[in-house]
């Protein structure tokens, strides 16, 4: 049986690093042309230089703020292969910080980034799936895009927005064969734990990889892993004063790591 991935055309924002990089090399593994897109250019001379074994492998330097740019990174795809059939929109910041110390300019930068870069991605591939009548958009958003974890209001917020987008997307474009999937993860052991240890129940960037592609494989609307996270979710979710506790919980555990300058995922 052929992989669903052979011979697809992939676009990956974010994709020379972290989770990003690591879906871009897994969708290379089995068959299809990846287009790895991050910044800075050096980062992106870097993640072709470890990819160089792998002939479909193609690199952009693209800011995701920059809606030209990505357009223009959508029609180049396109007018070279003909088609997009996945669109990962995968670059994001993480922010988890204490609320009165976030100014707008803080707001900004990360809205603009894990917000407005998805929506730009999704605006700029859905018209080139509408016309195919087939395509898959993938968002990543995160489990603070599901539930809101305190000391990350700014995240949350931005995350939200994209699980809800892509929700409603979902749902109203599955009749044209467009499919989208929200990528739901807790703690992955990448670049955005910026210089502090990951958490010990932190997973690799290649187990989140193969996870998020079985989910997408499978047409998944949400994908939410580690296993022990998705379970948290579920109990949560079914149970408010459980939620509370676990909530309360960690606003504690963060506000005496602000205190004493201790770890605060």
């Not at 030209?68 to 003909?82: I, S």
Request: proline share 4%.
């Amino acid at each position: 049986m052929a992989d669903v991935f052979a011979g697809k055309i992939c676009i990956v924002t974010g994709g020379t690093s972290g989770i990003g990089f690591a879906v871009s090399e897994a969708l290379l593994k089995r068959g299809a042309t990846v287009y790895a897109v991050g910044i800075p250019a050096e980062g992106v001379k870097a993640a072709a230089k470890k990819m160089a074994g792998y002939p479909r492998a193609r690199f952009a330097a693209v800011d995701v703020t920059d809606y030209e740019a990505v357009q223009k990174l959508v029609d180049d795809v396109v007018a070279e292969c003909g088609r997009l059939d996945y669109m990962f929109n995968n670059a994001g910041i993480g922010a988890t910080v204490q609320f009165e110390k976030v100014t707008l300019d803080f707001w900004k930068k990360v809205v603009d980034i894990n917000l407005w870069g998805v929506i730009h991605g999704v605006h700029a591939a859905f018209p080139v799936m509408a016309k195919q009548g087939s395509g898959h958009i993938v968002n990543t958003s995160s489990v603070a895009g599901i539930l809101a974890p305190p000391y990350q209001a700014v995240y949350s917020a931005t995350k939200f927005a994209v699980t809800g987008l892509t929700e409603a997307l979902r749902y109203e474009h599955e009749y044209r064969g467009i499919a989208f999937s929200t990528i739901c993860p807790g703690n992955v052991a990448t670049e955005i734990f910026d210089g502090i240890e990951p958490p010990p129940d932190a997973i690799s960037p290649a187990e989140a990889a193969g996870i998020i592609l079985a989910g997408v494989e499978r047409k998944e609307g949400l994908i939410i892993f580690p296993e022990h996270i998705k379970q948290l979710y579920l109990a949560v979710k079914a149970d408010q004063e459980k939620m509370d506790a676990v909530m309360r919980d960690m606003a504690e555990t963060r506000r005496k790591a602000y205190e004493t300058g201790g770890k605060y995922y």
